[in-house]
Nanobody, 123 residues
Framework: QVHLVESGGGSVKSGGSLRLSCAGS????????MGWFRQAPGKERTFVAA????????YYDDSVKGRFTISRDNAKNTLYLQMTSLKPEDTAVYYC????????????????WGQGTQVFVSS
């Protein structure tokens, strides 16, 4: 059974940093691309960043490019999202998910979502 567990969320001031983690189990972690999405209150879930199974390629939404870094450690079956220069508009629940595609950005191309971790950025 596929299981994804996010952690590392919290409350920070504008300009601060956080590192999110996503532990995967129940499947061949390195065999899947991974992605981070976020959902603000009352809004749809949107793409943040994605990474290929071997970590060689990454892709970011323009809103986080240059501030967020996605990475993975396949030996630890863990996905990361390093977030810096955080802004109040980054406040959301952050979710990780896997994709059978080599590199995907569309919500429909991902499955097996985690429960999410809350990030709150105050001004």
């Amino acid at each position: 059974q596929v299981h994804l567990v996010e952690s590392g969320g919290g409350s920070v001031k504008s300009g601060g940093s956080l590192r999110l983690s996503c532990a995967g189990s129940g499947y061949s972690f390195s065999g899947y691309a991974m992605g981070w999405f976020r959902q603000a209150p009352g809004k749809e879930r949107t793409f943040v960043a994605a990474i290929t199974g071997n970590g060689a390629r990454t892709y970011y939404d323009d809103s986080v490019k240059g501030r967020f870094t996605i990475s993975r450690d396949n030996a630890k079956n863990t996905l990361y999202l390093q977030m810096t220069s955080l802004k109040p508009e980054d406040t959301a629940v952050y979710y990780c998910s896997r994709s059978a595609y080599r590199l995907a950005v569309d919500l429909a191309d991902f499955d097996s979502w985690g429960q999410g971790t809350q990030v709150f950025v105050s001004s």
